[in-house]
């Protein structure tokens, strides 16, 4: 009986041709040994597994991945500050011309040593193309720095259980008008809560339009490294209630700031100075 050379298995996207040996020379005769056989389909088998199971799906939020609004599904990313480390940031892209009806996050660990900034929301750029929001709060939460620039604001509330090493506001008063969103009818909204995150940005990823936002809400996020930094963004209303910010516990020098590339309808400071530091 002859003995085929070679077998072919057919898998649903993989042809292989695994040659399987003639047999063993003994006393002049030859021993075919099944054994080479189930090794083969042993192989196979593992390779099948390999093949079908992947990457598993990165579904918001889904730490490592960046989401591209109104997608739930992400994408892994790379930290650029520690290539060789397993991201853990959480990042959404925001295209030109969305509607999101809310963007929420609650009770939220941030910081990773060497990353400069822990929270960020940036728009675009600061003519056409910005992050507008009607209501942006922050409460319950501490950062050892807050920085606001490139920014328009209806008005801007720091209540008196802000407290802060050092704050400076020095925006540009305007008669700015207070941004309404209206329906959000077939929008978007992300949600976050009870998580451990080296960092989480929000970012305007392209121009040709505002990105529409009902609410931003910050509630119980807290970081022991980095900055919270917020750019080119337009607001109707920013709260800030039971805040704590402060990186070296020196007066002197200002860790909460308003800058004046801000402008602002209404300003409310109540913030109280003591000598804070995150650690």
């Given amino acids: 009986m002859k003995i085929p050379r070679k077998a072919s298995f057919q898998l649903p996207s993989l042809r292989l041709h695994i040659p399987i040996g003639g047999g063993i020379y003994l006393g002049g005769g030859k021993l075919i040994l099944a054994s080479l056989s189930t090794v083969a389909l042993g192989f196979i088998a593992s390779l099948f597994l390999l093949v079908s199971r992947g990457d598993p799906e990165l579904v918001w939020p889904s730490l490592g991945a960046e989401y591209t609004a109104p997608s739930m599904v992400g994408q892994r990313v790379v930290d650029a500050e520690s290539p060789e480390e397993r991201s853990q940031t959480l990042q959404l892209n925001l295209p030109a011309g969305l509607r ?50 490139n920014s328009d604001f209806g008005t801007f509330n720091a209540t008196s259980s802000v407290v802060a090493a050092g704050h400076t506001f020095s925006p540009t008063i305007t008669t700015t008008a207070s941004v309404v969103v209206g329906s959000d009818r077939g929008a978007s909204s992300y949600v976050a809560e009870d998580m451990v995150v080296d960092r989480i940005i929000i970012t305007q990823s392209s121009a040709g339009g505002d990105v529409l936002i009902g609410e931003i809400i910050l509630d119980g996020v807290r970081a022991h ?22 990186d070296d516990g020196d007066l002197n020098s200002a860790d909460l700031i308003l800058n004046s590339s801000v402008t ?16």
């Fill in 100 to 149: 999101i009806s809310k963007i929420h996050f609650t009770n939220i660990q941030l910081g990773r040593g060497g990353l400069a900034v822990a929270f960020q929301i940036t728009g675009f750029n600061t003519t056409s193309s910005r992050i507008v929001v009607e209501t942006l709060t922050i409460r319950n939460s501490e950062f050892p720095t807050m920085d606001f620039a």
């Fill in 264 to 279: 602002v309808g209404t300003m409310n400071d109540g913030v109280t100075e003591e000598r804070i530091q995150i650690r």
């Fill in 225 to 246: 490294t980095g900055s919270f930094d917020l750019d080119n963004v337009e607001a109707g209303t920013v709260t800030l209630e039971n805040i704590r910010v402060g």
